[in-house]
């Protein structure tokens, strides 16, 4: 099966924090964040990430853009799709950013690496800040953990990368023309960002507007109880990807926050 793969721009956002003094935070400005739609040969669609909210970008000092032609529904319904009848989302992972718009297909289930979900329990100090549990702790029943590399249909296979999250995943299209391979946000890591930002900030930041990027404890005990049920009976050791790993893998690699797809009708 070959599918017709849309880029869709769901607007913009800028990360930052304009802290007192010493505390200054890398701004992160103007970043275009796109989800993918695949539709097959038959009409039948699968979502690829479901983006951002503009009520819940991480730092105090954040803002995000999106004109009313780029809400997930209106763009979805552009291509001739209702996001009712969407029956399958790919995650590649859970960040804030890529996670938010799980909301718009209430049909769907959710394809996403369990080492994902493992992550959530072994953050770094303050990298909750990252998820946002909101966006899809009502839809756990939903979720299809997968344990490394699978095929999700014909044409489509997942790949568990690792490295920019613990369960991060790319996904490998059988394209009209060419593979396609969505990277989300593979490679990049966020092992910079740790160095460059002192304790104080942090301590700023959850005193402050930032507050409510941090998580309940209720939170991540539902999330618990849920995962204990749902665990894979085996859980692999899995190697991180390096870019020559990724390189490999199709012949058209995409990222999700790539200003170069600005106005490719599909791919
Ligand atoms: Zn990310």
């Not at 200054?24 to 909210?53: C, M, Q, W």
């Not at 899995?238 to 600005?262: A, N």
């Amino acid at each position: 099966m070959r599918y017709r793969v849309y880029p869709l721009l769901t607007g913009h956002f800028t990360v930052a924090f304009n802290g007192k003094g010493d505390l200054k935070f890398p701004r992160v400005k103007d970043i275009p964040s796109y989800i993918f739609l695949l539709v097959d040969e038959n009409g039948e669609a699968v979502v690829v990430d479901t983006g951002f909210d503009l009520n819940h970008i991480p730092a105090p000092d954040s803002h995000g853009e999106r004109e009313p032609e780029q809400e997930i529904p209106y763009l979805i319904k552009q291509t001739g799709i209702d996001p009712l009848n969407v029956k399958k989302i790919i995650q590649t992972h859970l960040h804030w950013d890529h996670a938010a718009g799980i909301k718009h297909f209430p049909n769907a289930e959710i394809y996403l690496q369990a080492g994902e979900i493992e992550g959530l329990f072994n953050l770094r100090e303050y990298e909750e800040t990252s998820f946002c549990p909101a966006h899809w702790i009502d839809r756990l029943e939903n979720f299809i953990l997968l344990d490394g590399d699978h095929k999700i249909l014909p044409g489509i296979e997942v790949i568990r990368t690792g490295g920019h999250t613990q369960g991060h995943q790319a996904v490998k299209i059988e394209g009209e023309n060419q593979s396609i391979l969505l990277l989300g946000d593979s490679p990049f890591t966020y092992e910079w960002l740790w160095t460059l930002v002192p304790d104080a900030y942090w301590d700023e930041y959850r005193s402050g507007k930032g507050g409510k990027f941090f998580w309940t404890a209720e939170l991540l005990s539902v999330i618990d109880k849920w995962y204990k049920k749902m665990k894979p009976g085996s859980t692999r050791l899995l190697k991180d990807y390096t870019i020559d790993d990724l390189q490999s893998l199709g012949d058209m690699k995409v990222f999700s926050h790539d200003p170069g797809l600005k106005g490719k009708e599909y791919l």
